[in-house]
């Protein structure tokens, strides 16, 4: 293996990544390194016109970010890291800096800027020794940079609007993730991809290699200065030399080759790119009976105009388990379907047609088969079934939203004319009747069991011993939990008719530690003790005074330096993204959906400072905030 050596030095050290990016922590991760995640606080003003390069800008900020971390751990949790690593990225053009932006007209103001042009994209990493003299912090800073260049193709304001409402650029350096779809603005890159992303893995390599194995003079020729040294190179070096701390200060050690901005040429734009859905032209005649190009299909309206029929469709086949027979006996003909679930053939065929248009059937010769994704996704015992969920929006959010007009004249909830009860009463019968609750719990289940692994992940939790979820319902996530942190003691806490009912879902293959469920209800009974408290999916669901009754028992429960792990979807700051929580708060009229600034302001009006967000881009993002100190 020659490329384990250089971070196999690191294995034995206790080393913190500095950065809240989630893609810093996934390349590192990817490579098998063992790091803890400690945000850095530094606040990224430093006065950029003092710096004679952009270059010496990303450095100076990835290194103040490090030492931030490195001194905190030090000082206030009395931990010395080992290794602290920071990195800073920044995009420069017309010889300006940009970062991320503030909001979505600064992300336009940015790719605007950027569009068919060649920019460039520095990342300044600072990787810093520490140790502990008496009480002193003592630090050895190594830090380097990387320069990419990278060409827009001429962006059209609608491609630009679109791509700022998905809501991508925001946390990204110069508005754009390469990584995701701003891939698609991307003409050429000239060097390090992964510099791009915000962390230059090979030059960190190399860095580390010129680190822990300086060449000693006679072997010099034989290692070329760019590479990493392979396996061989290693045995032929003495660890003992360079074991000793001699690291030295690299600063600046490339200099900025030219600003290479160059003029652009428009080549690229996506009203002329069939790949990119804009809508179609059709040829119309005009008065003169002349065919000509005009009306645009607005093709989203009418993907929305039907979306209901859609839905319903998926609904139905999903009641009837048509994805379930065809499973287990498919390809099978319509007719056959229709004798398995008793429907009419001709009914049965159109469905089963529908799906196929819709892409979850596939329709051969031999009959209609189910796709991978309807095998995983929509049997009622694939590996992420979301059938629970679907029988959910048939059955409960269909009704609700039929009556939408009326809630939206009404602003109210629309359970009584949905299901003839008021909505207290109808959550009561989510645990009177027996089909109800198994239902309730199934659509819960499918939603926690397919985001279990990214809520697990989103945060490095290795740090609390024992949790606690709120509301864990069939404990998903906390089987997950456990998974991953094989040292978690994970409690899930719930009404107890909820727990009566979850041996269904346990996973057939116990972990290690079982998971411990227990009974109650968190607006009046005790909290179970825990170092980390997650509340999933149920904030959104409540209004203010019962989410104040749930916050302030969690927050009296909770020591110092406990957290709170809060998984949401979380809106943008405009609160219109992204759609499925605006659509999804149309059917809510106690509780709502927050803005990362509106999550941010509740904790801490609970105590809990330190808010780190982790927006995944799917079903649930994910807040882990701390409880504040008590002052000295
Ligand atoms: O193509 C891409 N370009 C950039 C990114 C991401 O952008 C940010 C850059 O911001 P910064 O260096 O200030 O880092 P932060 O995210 O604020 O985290 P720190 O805690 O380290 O300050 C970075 O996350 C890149 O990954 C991208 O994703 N794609």
């Not at 206790?14 to 390349?27: F, G, K, N």
């Not at 609007?161 to 603005?185: F, R, V």
């Not at 809990?608 to 905030?625: E, M």
Request: hydrophobic share 35%; glycine share 6%; net charge negative.
């Amino acid at each position: 293996m020659a490329l384990n050596p250089v971070l196999g030095k690191l294995v034995s050290k206790r080393v913190v990544l500095a950065s809240a990016s989630p893609r810093r922590q996934e390349i590192l991760t990817n490579v098998g390194l063992r790091f803890e995640v400690v945000p850095s606080w530094f606040k990224e003003t430093l006065e950029k016109s003092s710096f004679a390069a952009p270059y010496e800008y990303a450095i100076e900020t990835a290194k103040q970010k490090a030492l931030e971390v490195a001194n905190r751990m030090h000082v206030k949790h009395l931990r010395t890291p080992d290794v602290v690593i920071g990195a800073d990225t920044i995009v420069t053009v017309d010889e300006q800096i940009l970062e991320k932006p503030v909001d979505k007209q600064d992300a336009y103001r940015m790719l605007s800027r950027l569009s068919g042009k060649e920019h460039s994209v520095f990342t300044g990493v600072a990787i810093i020794h520490c140790s502990s003299k008496g009480n002193q912090l003592e630090t050895e800073i190594t830090d380097f940079y990387e320069e990419t260049k990278v060409k827009f193709s001429d962006l059209s304001e609608e491609l630009l609007w679109e791509y700022i409402h998905s809501g991508e650029p925001m946390d990204k350096a110069g508005g754009y993730g390469i990584q995701a779809l701003g891939g698609m603005l991307v003409e050429y890159v000239h060097g390090d991809f992964l510099n791009v992303v915000g962390f230059p893995l090979n030059h960190f390599c190399k860095k580390l290699a010129e680190l822990y194995y300086p060449p000693p003079k006679h072997t010099v020729q034989h290692i070329k200065h760019d590479s990493i040294p392979s396996v061989d190179t290693f045995e032929n070096l003495s660890d003992g030399e360079s074991e000793s701390s001699n690291f030295t200060e690299h600063k600046g050690a490339n200099k900025l080759d030219s600003s290479g901005m160059c003029p652009s040429r428009p080549v690229y734009n996506c009203e002329n790119t069939s790949s990119v859905r804009t809508g179609f032209t059709v040829p119309l005649g005009n008065q003169n009976g002349v065919s000509e190009s005009a009306a645009k299909l607005p093709s989203k309206i009418l993907d929305l105009m039907d979306g209901f029929k859609a839905s319903k469709a998926l609904f139905v086949a999903s009641k009837l388990k048509m994805f379930d027979y065809l499973k287990n006996k498919g390809p099978l003909k319509a007719v056959d379907v229709a004798n398995e679930v008793g429907t009419s053939v001709c009914g049965t065929e159109r469905l089963l047609d529908a799906c196929v248009a819709l892409g979850l059937l596939e329709k051969t010769s031999q009959g209609y088969s189910n796709t991978d994704s309807a095998n995983i996704y929509l049997t009622s015992d694939g590996e992420y079934s979301l059938h629970g969920y679907i029988i959910h929006s048939n059955d409960h959010l269909w009704p609700l939203f039929t009556n939408l007009e009326s809630a939206v004249r009404e602003g109210s909830r629309q359970n009584h004319r949905a299901f003839g009860r008021k909505a207290e009463d109808l959550f009561k019968d989510y645990y009177h009747s027996q089909e109800v609750k198994q239902r309730f719990m199934a659509a819960m289940h499918s939603i926690a069991h397919l985001t279990a692994r990214d809520l697990a992940t989103a945060f490095d939790l290795s740090q609390f011993k024992s949790t606690c979820d709120l509301g864990g319902c069939t404990g998903a996530l906390a089987h997950e939990l456990i998974q991953i942190y094989p040292n978690m003691k994970v409690t899930v806490f719930d009404l107890p008719e909820v727990i009566a009912n979850i041996s269904y879902f346990q996973p057939s293959e116990q972990c290690a530690a079982p998971v411990t469920f227990v009974s109650g209800d968190f607006f009046k009974d005790n909290l179970p003790e825990a170092d980390l408290y997650i509340l999933s999916r149920v904030l959104h669901d409540w209004p203010d005074e019962k989410i104040h009754i749930l916050l302030s028992k969690i927050s009296a429960v909770c020591k110092p330096g406990s957290a709170l792990l809060v998984a949401e979807i979380v809106l943008d700051e405009q609160k219109t993204h992204p759609p499925r929580a605006v659509l999804q708060s149309l059917s809510m009229t106690e509780g709502k959906q927050r803005s990362g600034s509106e999550y941010k302001q509740l904790l801490e009006k609970y105590g809990f400072t330190n808010t780190q967000f982790k927006i995944t881009g799917t079903l649930l993002d994910a807040v882990l905030c701390f409880k504040k100190n008590l002052s000295p």
